[in-house]
């Protein structure tokens, strides 16, 4: 298996979006024990223009690590109990990332995944190209990948909301 790098996601987050639909996430745990899940599903957020991005509303502390380095992982807080993973991809100073919506068989949304894999507020800013503790594998698979719009995101309007920017591998 080969560990997924920079460059993989110093690309367009559309591009690392769709092609990361399919790899394998791998965490080592606290007893050394390895998890690999399959991403399900992945969705695209990027640039200020985009209303269902954090960075919409431009730099805050809380949307610094958009504007950063790709391959970092942005992880934050939903509804006050769900720790969301994102990975920041493309160019710095450009706010962009892609969400790891959901894994194979049951971890059908990205609370779900993450929990499933132990991710919390401790994972924000680190790399995921360059760690021990987690990363990204492609083991050669290849599978068909559809769209869709991306879920949730209503408040951001028609147009961005009904954007075909979540990535579903058919496994």
Known sequence: MKRLDYDFFHRDRLTVAKELAGKIIARKM??????RVRIAE????GGEE???C???????????????KAGV????????????????????????GVLLRAGEGKLSGPAKLTKAIGVDKRF????????????IEDDGKSFEISTAPRVGIDYA???W???????????
Do not use: Q
């Open 30 to 35: 606290p007893d050394r024990e390895i998890i």
């Open 42 to 45: 992945t969705e695209a957020y």
């Open 50 to 52: 985009d209303k269902a």
């Open 54 to 68: 954090h960075a919409s509303k431009g730099r805050t502390p809380r949307t610094e690590l958009l504007y950063g």
């Open 73 to 96: 992982i942005y992880v934050y807080l939903c509804y006050g109990m769900h720790w969301l993973m994102n990975i920041i991809t493309g160019e710095e100073g450009r706010p962009e």
């Open 124 to 135: 924000n800013g680190l790399s995921i190209c360059d760690n021990e503790e987690i990363w």
């Open 157 to 159: 309007g028609e147009e």
């Open 161 to 171: 909301a009904g954007k075909p920017w979540r990535f579903i591998a058919n496994i």
